[in-house]
């Protein structure tokens, strides 16, 4: 797999140079660049990106002489000093310089400078938009022009024949996109379009494997030459191949392994029992008798990729001195993508934009794909870019939620999950790890992040003053998935122990006994004069809060969106404050 490219963050002055160290504790790839300027045209092919903390005008300057091409540039932004502004400066799209400047000013609250025409109109960008799952770009396309047109607002045909099509239901509205013909096209396909021309870009998703046999000692060269033969005769474009698949023999074929290093392929090898069961539509006697198979070609493609059919039988190619080979190739009904996926859990908070983590942002902005409950991703739409695909659900379908984002991680995808407040309490995380679990998860791939947020007790104590400075417990009223029994014990326990309580699912429309048995048993321990608040949305634009006593608590105002916080002994009010004593001594 190839390496992420790095991250330079340059700041040749002292104001920018405390800027861009604060920078790189939040963003992890980056490397603080301590090299003189003159050095940046050293690294500047094999960069991923250049974060400059100086003057765009000084930055235009600085790399003026080194841009050569938009599709191998690296992207460049430049940030402010004061850290206000993240500037897109160069390498938008394919350089990742909007992306990145998006996610820095998440992570500084800067606010993001794009100019691009992408970025204007949110959509996506044709020559970044297979990027994500896999897909390779086709060859001498008319980016510029296609891009043009969509930025224009003019027609662009969708002819899409594989791969993951989720980027269609993100566009924005008044998209481009259309299905009819149009003046410009964008292909997504395994196969190629027929010559012609209409303005096209093509992306392939990497659905085709390849079925291999060989002579030993075949030359790569000609093994890649023949395989391009192959595909080009069956009309398949090159960049949609997946892999490259063989019999196990082959395992050491160094030509083989050669071109399947050169492309970046995987390699899969079955024994010939395996090829042997699988039918195939030109089996060979000749090829049975020599490895105990009558198919290697066809059958390896058809097993790699889980196909019934070949879209191209195999063909044999000779060449004197080179060796001789064999290639068929089928395709997967699901493009491979080689990113390893990953699950971002994020707790965005009790609500207001101000309350979620900068790493939760930088997170979000990460995500290709984002999920969550309708209510939670209303809070932070603004967070989001038009770009991502979000998907929202129901309250009750956590498991299909959770089933929908590990799916989506494993196809190679960073996936966020929302849930409010923290994700692991109360939220989605403990759930999407019990199905990772139960799916024979290896712990690593594909890898999950859990990203803190605080959750509704923090908030709600921080509204009425600081009733939960001494230990304090969290106790889930609803009965959904916990027998009532268990609640009242942890109830009961918690009284008894005079611990500080917060009630999470207090009330709702179905379960209202809850919350005034819950009252009961903490009144057989507490004096009926504890101090109770009600903190209903908090941080949110209809927040309410109210302070009672246990004895007078107004059981039907509690509702579903409300967090209630009880004293200890020596919880006291003062004025619309709750202070619950940590024990120090007072002079
Ligand atoms: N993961 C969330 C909790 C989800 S359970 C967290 O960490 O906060 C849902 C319950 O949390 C609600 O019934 C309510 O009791 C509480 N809650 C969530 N957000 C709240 C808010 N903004 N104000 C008050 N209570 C809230």
């Not at 096209?200 to 030993?216: N, S």
């Not at 097993?303 to 019934?308: F, K, M, P």
């Not at 971002?344 to 409950?373: C, F, N």
């Amino acid at each position: 797999m190839t390496q992420p490219r790095p991250v330079y963050l340059i700041a040749p002055t002292l104001a920018g140079r405390k800027l861009a160290q604060a920078l790189q504790a939040l963003l992890p790839e980056a490397v603080l660049w301590e090299r003189p300027l003159g050095a940046l045209e050293s690294v500047w092919r094999e960069a991923g990106q250049l974060v400059f903390v100086l003057a765009v005008g000084a930055v235009v300057r600085l790399i003026a002489p080194l841009l050569a091409d938009k599709r191998t540039d690296p992207g460049v932004v430049a940030i402010d000093e004061a850290g206000r502004f993240a500037v897109s400066l160069s390498g938008g799209h394919v350089g990742g310089a909007d992306a990145l400047a998006e996610r820095i000013a998440a992570l500084l609250s800067a606010t993001a400078v794009l100019t691009g025409a992408g970025g204007r109109h949110g959509l996506p960008p044709v020559d970044l938009l297979g990027k994500a799952y896999g897909w390779r770009a086709g060859e001498a396309c008319d980016w510029n022009r296609v891009a043009a047109l969509a930025a224009a607002g003019e027609p662009v045909q969708v002819v899409q024949e594989c791969g993951l099509d989720l980027w269609r239901a993100a566009l924005p509205e008044n998209h481009p996109f259309v299905d009819a013909a149009a003046a410009g096209r964008l292909w997504i396909s395994h196969r190629l379009p027929e010559v012609g021309t209409l303005p096209t870009v093509r992306w392939h998703p990497r659905v085709i494997w390849l079925g291999v046999g060989c002579e030993r000692g075949i030359a790569a060269d000609f093994l890649e030459q023949s395989i391009r033969q192959a595909l080009a005769g069956a009309g398949l474009a090159f960049e949609a191949v997946a892999g490259i698949a063989s019999l196990d023999i082959k395992a050491d074929e160094a030509g083989l392994l050669a071109v399947a290093e050169r492309h970046g392929w995987p390699v899969r090898f079955f024994d010939a029992a395996a090829l042997a069961r699988c039918p195939v539509p030109n089996p060979s006697q000749a090829v049975a008798d020599c490895v105990g198979t009558a198919s290697v070609a066809e059958a390896a493609a058809l097993l790699a990729g889980e196909a019934l059919q070949l879209v191209a039988p195999k063909r044999v190619f000779k060449a004197a001195g080179a060796g001789a080979c064999t290639v068929a190739a089928a395709v997967a009904l699901q493009e491979f993508n080689p990113a390893p996926g990953r699950l971002l859990l994020i707790g965005s908070g009790p609500g207001a934009l101000d309350q979620v983590t900068p790493a939760a942002r930088a997170a979000l902005g990460a995500a290709q794909v984002v999920i969550g409950y309708q209510l939670y991703i209303d809070l932070i739409r603004p967070l989001l870019a038009p770009t991502q695909i979000v998907e929202t659900s129901p309250i009750t379908q956590e498991v299909a939620r959770a089933e929908r984002a590990i799916a989506l991680a494993k196809r190679g995808l960073a996936v966020a999950v929302i849930s409010s407040g923290d994700a692991g309490i109360y939220g989605m995380a403990g759930l999407v790890f019990e199905r990772l679990a139960r799916g024979g998860w290896n712990g690593q791939a594909p890898a999950v992040d859990v990203l803190p947020g605080i959750t509704a007790l923090q908030a709600a104590a921080a509204r009425v003053g600081a009733p939960l400075m001494h230990d304090f417990c969290a106790i889930s009223l609803s009965d959904l998935l916990t027998p009532w029994q268990t609640i009242c014990t942890r109830l009961e326990a918690a009284a008894r122990a005079d611990f500080v309580v917060a009630l999470y699912n207090p009330r709702s429309a179905s379960r209202t006994q809850q919350i005034a048995q819950a009252r009961e048993i903490l009144l057989a321990h507490r004096d009926p004069a504890t101090p109770v608040a009600l903190v209903r949305c908090a941080y949110r634009p209809d927040e309410q809060v109210s302070l009672h006593t246990l004895a007078d608590l107004p059981l039907e105002s509690v509702d579903m969106l409300t967090t209630v916080l009880i004293g200890n002994r020596a919880t006291f009010r003062r004025g619309d404050r709750l202070i619950t004593p940590r024990g120090y001594p007072h002079p």
